[in-house]
C-alpha cells in the first residue's frame, strides 16, 4: 500500500501468504493483501502487519448461508434453540461468515415492528454478518402495504411465505406480495408445498393410528411439493416478479423448475446437504429417535439425491442453504407438545449452519463432484449474488476479506454432540469428511482459527442490500 504523503511502500494490515486461492472461477497460487477489512489485492511479495502462512491450505470465500432460522418463533409458537451469539459461533466454526436469517411477522403484528425487533435481537449477539428475509404471516395486519415497501427500499430485499402450515398464504394473497415485492425490487422465497395434501394426508395416517417420526414422511407426499412448485412457478410468471424456491427435495421438483425457467420464469431455487446426502431411512429409528431428522419437505431418495445434483450441475437449482432449524431433543424443542406426541406435535428442523461448508466441500472437492471453483460459487458467490448482498462471496480486490482456511488433507469424522450451536446433536454424526476449516476471517479478523472461536457478539454487520431483477442473465448460470 503507498502511502500518499511519503510516498512509501507500507503494510497492508493483513498478509494471507502462500494458499491456493480460488479467485474468478479459478485456482491460482497467491497472497492476498487485505487492508481496512476488504481485500486490497491478489498477488504476491506482499508485506503485512500480520501474517497468515497458508501454506498447502485452499483459501475460499467466505460461506454465505442464505436460509437459516436464528431466534426465531416458528409458526407452532416456539422459540429456536439458537440465539445469534449461539449461531455466529457454529457458523464461523464451520466457515460460514454471513447469513440470512428470518424476521418472522406475528399475527396481527406491523412488519415494522417485526424487523425492528429482530434487527435488535442480531444487533446484540451477531458476530458475523446478517440480513433477513420478511417472513409474512399476516397480509392483513396494519400498514401491511406500506411497511413491507419501506423495508424493502430499506435494503431488506427478499420475503418469505408459506402456502402451508398453519401460517401458508392462499394463491391470491401470494400473487399480491409477489406483486409487490417484484415491483419493489425484492425476491419472493416460498416454501412450497400443497396445504391439502398434507392435511388429508396426516388425517388418514393419524387415523391409522401411525404417529410415528417415519410417519411424518409419508404424510408429506412428494406430490405435495411438486404441485406446490408447478404453481409458485406459474403465479411468478403472471406476477412477473423474482422467485426462489426454497428446500427443493424432489427430482420432479427439479424438472418443474427447469421447464419454468426454460419458458423464461423469474425463478431460481436452492436445495440442502440433508436432502443431498439423507434419504427417509434417517427417520427409521427405534422410539422417538428419528424426531432428530424430522424436516419439511422431508429427506427423500437416493434417485432423488442424484437429480438434485445434476440439478445443480446444470443450474436449474442454484444454492445449496442449510435450512438450519435448530431444536433440542427435549421438551424445550422437538418434544415442546411431549415426550410421546405424535408426529405434527413434532418441531420440524434440524441444524446444519456448521455443517453446510465442511458436508459440500468433502462431496464438491475432496470427492470431485463439480469441483472447487463451482463448490465457491454454490456456498458463497452465487447466494451474494442472488440475494443482492454487494461485496460478499468473491475473492477479489474490493470484496470484503471473508474468507476460509480449508486443510484438504485433514479428515473428520462427526460425533454425537461435536456441534458449536446450541441444540445438543448432530444429525451427521459418523460421517467422515475430508476437507476441514481451519480458519475464518471475517472482514479480515479471525473468527475461528484451529478450532478455537475467537467472534465478538455484537461485532457482525447488517447488510443492506440490492434490488432483485428478473434478469433473464441471472437465470442461466450452470456451475462453472
Ligand atoms: N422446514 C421448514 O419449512 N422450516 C424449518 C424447518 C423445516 O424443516
Ligand atoms: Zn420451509
Ligand atoms: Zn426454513
Redesign the pocket.
Known amino acids: 500500500m503507498l502511502c500518499p504523503e511519503q510516498g512509501t511502500v507500507m503494510a497492508y494490515d493483513l498478509v494471507i501468504r502462500g494458499g491456493r486461492v480460488v479467485t474468478g472461477g479459478a485456482m491460482v497460487d497467491a497472497d492476498i493483501a487485505v487492508a481496512q477489512g476488504r481485500i486490497a489485492a491478489i498477488g504476491t511479495g506482499f508485506d503485512g502487519a500480520e501474517v497468515i502462512e497458508a501454506n498447502g491450505l485452499l483459501v475460499t470465500p467466505g460461506g454465505v448461508d442464505p436460509h437459516c432460522?436464528i431466534e426465531q418463533m416458528s409458526g407452532m409458537g416456539l422459540m429456536n434453540a439458537d440465539t445469534f451469539e449461539t449461531a455466529s459461533r457454529s457458523a464461523a466454526m464451520g466457515g460460514t461468515t454471513s447469513v440470512i436469517s428470518f424476521a418472522a411477522q406475528g399475527k396481527g403484528q406491523r412488519l415494522s415492528d417485526t424487523v425492528a425487533d429482530y434487527a435488535a435481537r442480531a444487533q446484540h449477539g451477531a458476530a458475523i454478518d446478517h440480513a433477513f428475509h420478511i417472513s409474512v404471516s399476516d397480509p392483513d395486519a396494519p400498514a401491511f402495504e406500506a411497511d413491507l415497501r419501506a423495508l424493502i427500499a430499506a435494503g431488506h430485499r427478499s420475503v418469505k411465505v408459506f402456502t402451508t402450515y398453519n401460517i401458508g398464504l392462499d394463491d391470491a394473497q401470494i400473487l399480491e406480495i409477489l406483486r409487490i415485492a417484484g415491483a419493489a425490487g425484492a425476491l419472493t422465497c416460498i416454501?412450497a408445498e400443497n396445504d391439502a395434501i398434507i392435511s388429508a394426508t396426516r388425517a388418514r395416517l393419524l387415523a391409522e393410528g401411525r404417529t410415528r417420526p417415519l410417519d411424518h414422511a409419508a404424510s408429506r407426499p412428494r406430490a405435495a411439493e411438486i404441485e406446490a412448485i408447478a404453481r409458485m412457478c406459474r403465479l411468478a410468471e403472471v406476477a412477473q416478479a423474482p422467485v426462489m424456491i426454497f428446500?427443493v427435495s424432489t427430482a420432479e421438483g427439479v424438472a418443474e423448475i427447469a421447464a419454468a425457467r426454460a419458458r423464461g420464469a423469474p425463478i431460481w431455487a436452492e436445495t440442502c446437504p440433508h436432502y443431498l446426502f439423507q434419504t427417509e431411512a434417517v427417520l427409521d429409528k427405534p422410539g422417538r429417535e428419528g424426531a432428530k431428522w424430522m424436516?419439511?419437505p422431508p429427506q427423500r431418495t437416493e434417485a432423488d439425491q442424484d437429480a438434485l445434483w445434476a440439478g445443480l450441475a446444470m443450474g436449474h437449482l442454484q444454492l445449496v442453504s442449510s435450512?438450519h432449524?435448530p431444536y433440542r431433543f427435549d421438551e424445550t424443542g422437538k418434544f415442546s407438545n411431549g415426550l410421546d406426541a405424535p408426529f405434527p406435535g413434532i418441531a420440524?428442523?434440524m441444524p446444519g449452519l456448521e455443517l453446510r461448508q465442511p458436508l459440500m466441500f468433502d462431496a464438491m472437492v475432496s470427492r470431485g463432484r463439480l469441483g472447487l471453483a463451482a463448490f465457491a460459487r454454490l456456498t458463497a458467490e452465487a447466494p451474494a449474488d442472488l440475494y443482492g448482498l454487494p461485496g460478499k462471496g468473491r475473492i477479489a480486490p474490493g470484496y470484503d476479506a471473508d474468507l476460509v482456511l480449508w486443510d484438504p488433507a485433514h479428515t473428520h469424522t462427526y460425533g454425537a454432540n461435536d456441534l458449536h450451536d446450541n441444540v445438543g446433536y448432530n444429525p451427521f454424526e459418523g460421517t467422515t469428511v475430508t476437507g476441514w476449516p481451519i480458519a475464518t476471517l471475517l472482514r479480515g479478523t479471525p473468527v475461528m482459527r484451529d478450532g478455537a472461536y475467537l467472534g465478538q457478539p455484537g461485532a457482525g454487520q447488517w447488510l443492506p442490500r440490492d434490488v432483485i431483477g428478473t434478469d433473464p442473465a441471472d437465470l442461466t448460470g450452470s456451475l462453472p
Do not use: L
Open positions: 432460522h416454501h428446500h424436516c419439511s435450512d432449524a420440524n428442523g
